[in-house]
């Protein structure tokens, strides 16, 4: 078990440092809907990290992993935020002041694309059955925090292009 504290811990601080990020990054955006699913991601990474903890306690206590431990937030909001930015609707501000919302957007999903490699990392590394289904588990919730960033992004992106007066595809 001393392998899973470890991976436990170590989850645990990116969790929180990602977070962090995502909180210190709401002043820095300009876009609501950014702002909106900056604003979520720090509430998910916090539910993560609450998540972890009682794994690592029960890890700890019983020296079994919690597989009937459910996530604390309703990751389901967050794809209403995204699906609610559509292609070609009208951006305020304007576009060209939305180069900071992408840079954060793509820092947010080289971190979430870390956090899903670690979690299957880690997952494949494990060599108790209950741990191995946690991480795969976590690495599933980090997997759609990187596809509702990328759906962000995206928009973003195209939306940035076409102003520019050409498509990037």
Request: glycine fraction near 4%.
């Amino acid at each position: 078990m001393e392998q899973a504290v470890k991976v436990l811990d170590f989850a645990m601080k990116m969790e929180l440092q990602a977070r962090d990020f995502y909180l210190e990054s709401l002043d820095e955006v300009k876009l609501e809907t950014t702002k909106q699913l900056l604003a979520y991601l720090a509430e998910w990474e916090k539910g993560h990290y609450d998540f972890l903890k009682k794994q690592k306690e029960s890890v700890e206590g019983n020296s079994r992993w919690d597989t009937s431990a459910e996530p604390s937030i309703d990751e389901k909001e967050g794809e209403k935020i995204v699906s609610s930015k559509k292609e070609g609707t009208p951006v305020e501000p304007p576009i060209d002041e939305l180069t900071g919302d992408m840079a954060i957007l793509r820092i947010a999903l080289v971190m979430e694309t870390d956090f899903h490699n670690f979690y299957k990392n880690a997952a494949k590394n494990m060599k108790d059955e209950e741990g191995r289904k946690v991480l795969e588990m976590l690495a599933e919730w980090e997997s759609g925090h990187q596809q509702m960033i990328n759906e962000q992004y995206s928009a973003l992106h195209k939306d940035f292009m076409a102003e520019m007066g050409f498509e990037p595809f």
